[in-house]
T-cell receptor, first 113, second 117 residues
């Protein structure tokens, strides 16, 4: 079964500090990987997409990396702000006829002043 | 502005009652989806629709029903047969079903929180 595992489950960081979220997947054959940000009580919003040939992609203070060989991705948040408090969800797509996206459980980030 | 509108935002239901969650999109997207989100779990697919008048069961369709009579609307009915309906429900859409499955490019609504009393 295709699975996506995220760590840490939750973390608390001070405003202005950096943090890194991890996503390990077993989805095969791999198509692409997206990171979504979900504010509490809201719908997820896409942050970035990583395809097989991409190693790094940035979106403002968010930088995603992908190692397709080890099937790992990370999301780095630089100079965190209070508005970064949210759940970050890793979503992996497989090629072929699976008809499903594989969702991680999310990394819950709380930024405190 | 284009987007997906879910209503109501909050809903309370007594056991044994059916409830219908509304999902409307003005993005002219062909495909629409319903997901369920529970604390500590990833999103789980309930139903999806690739085009009007067509829909398919997802991974957890039991106790739910949908219709797709119009392109912009994809309502979800939570029936009394659903054993544990208390959850956060998310509706999503994508321009094309197969292409977006390969890219994961889904646009989500703001969600509906259903609580069974």
């Amino acid at each position: 079964k295709n699975q996506v595992e995220q760590s840490p489950q939750s973390l608390i960081i001070l405003e202005g500090k950096n943090c890194t979220l991890q996503c390990n997947y077993t989805v095969s054959p791999f198509s692409n990987l997206r990171w979504y940000k979900q504010d509490t009580g809201r719908g997820p919003v896409s942050l970035t997409i990583m395809t097989f040939s991409e190693n790094t992609k940035s979106n403002g203070r968010y930088t995603a990396t992908l190692d397709a060989d080890t099937k790992q991705s990370s999301l780095h948040i630089t100079a965190s702000q209070l508005s970064d408090s949210a759940s970050y969800i890793c979503v992996v797509s497989a090629t072929g006829g699976n008809n499903r996206l594989a969702f991680g459980k999310g990394n819950q980030v709380v930024v405190i002043p | 502005d284009g987007g997906i509108t879910q209503s109501p935002k909050y809903l309370f239901r007594k056991e044994g009652q059916n409830v219908t969650l509304s999902c409307e999109q003005n993005l002219n997207h062909d495909a629409m989806y319903w997901y369920r989100q529970d604390p500590g779990q990833g999103l789980r697919l309930i139903y999806y629709s690739q085009i009007v008048n067509d829909f398919q069961k997802g991974d957890i369709a039991e106790g739910y029903s949908v219709s797709r009579e119009k392109k912009e609307s994809f309502p979800l009915t939570v029936t009394s047969a659903q054993k544990n309906p208390t959850a956060f429900y998310l509706c999503a859409s994508s321009a094309y079903f197969w292409r977006e499955l390969n890219t994961g490019e889904l646009f989500f609504g703001e969600g509906s929180r259903l609580t069974v009393l």
